[in-house]
């Protein structure tokens, strides 16, 4: 039976979960899919069109799922938002991916969400250019975190290390860092939606760009 280009990008990201994307070559996936790799190109031109097909494929869970319509605007990104979020969580180093490679040509995934964010900014009454550049402010934060959530950023175990680390902070100088490191907890959901909130009522109080330009 002939491989088919599907085959190939989810067979992909099954690596891509299982192995993390450094291991993701066109050889191991030819391996796995037992072919020779020259077959991969009928497919895929080269390695970073099946980088970025497995990124779109990702950024798709999100565009074809049936979020709720309606509704206050800040709720709608929230949404969106933890959409994205889970997304790319379910896939190993999906964010570092989506953040390096550059979408697919043509419509893909990624214009999607981000045709969804307009629409749910520029229905709410925003301008267009305000609601462009919200909604790229927006999905740089979701990949920014995520990518720090997927990248294990160390934290303190518990509040004996934290408590150290926190004399640590202050002894050198940083009294604020020494403040908040007590703080910390393994806990990324209430991060997440905390920093979320901080963008939307930014975002509430910046109906036009050259605004946020002047403060």
């Known amino acids: ?21 450094d291991a993701l070559s066109t050889r191991r996936l030819a391996q796995r899919l037992g072919v ?35 509704g206050p605007w800040q709720e709608q990104l929230l949404d969106l938002a933890t959409a994205i979020r889970s997304a790319l969580l379910r896939h ?6 989506v953040a390096t490679v550059p979408p697919t040509p043509g419509p893909n995934s990624s214009m999607r ?26 999905l740089s934060y979701i990949t920014g975190f995520t990518l720090q959530e997927q ?10 290390k934290a408590s150290a680390l926190s004399t640590e902070l202050r002894t050198a100088g940083f009294p604020n860092m020494a ?18 909130d901080l963008f939307v009522r930014g975002l509430q109080g910046v109906r036009h760009p050259e605004e946020a330009a002047a403060r």
């Open 113 to 138: 969400i981000a045709e969804r964010m307009l629409d749910i900014l520029r229905t709410a009454g925003f301008p267009l250019a305000t609601a462009a550049y919200g909604s790229d402010a927006l």
């Open 151 to 160: 990248a294990g950023e160390p934290r303190p175990q518990d509040g004996e």
């Open 1 to 21: 039976m002939a491989l088919r280009r599907e085959e190939v990008i989810s067979a992909a990201l099954e690596l891509l979960d299982e192995a993390g994307l």
């Open 179 to 196: 403040d908040w490191v007590v703080e910390w907890s393994d806990d990324r959901v209430g991060p997440f939606l905390a920093g979320l």
């Open 36 to 70: 020779q790799p020259g077959a991969l190109y009928w497919h895929v031109a080269n390695k970073q069109e099946l980088l970025s097909a497995v990124a779109d494929r990702i950024l798709g869970e999100v565009a074809d799922a049936q979020l709720p319509t309606g």
């Open 92 to 97: 190993r180093e999906a964010a570092r991916l």
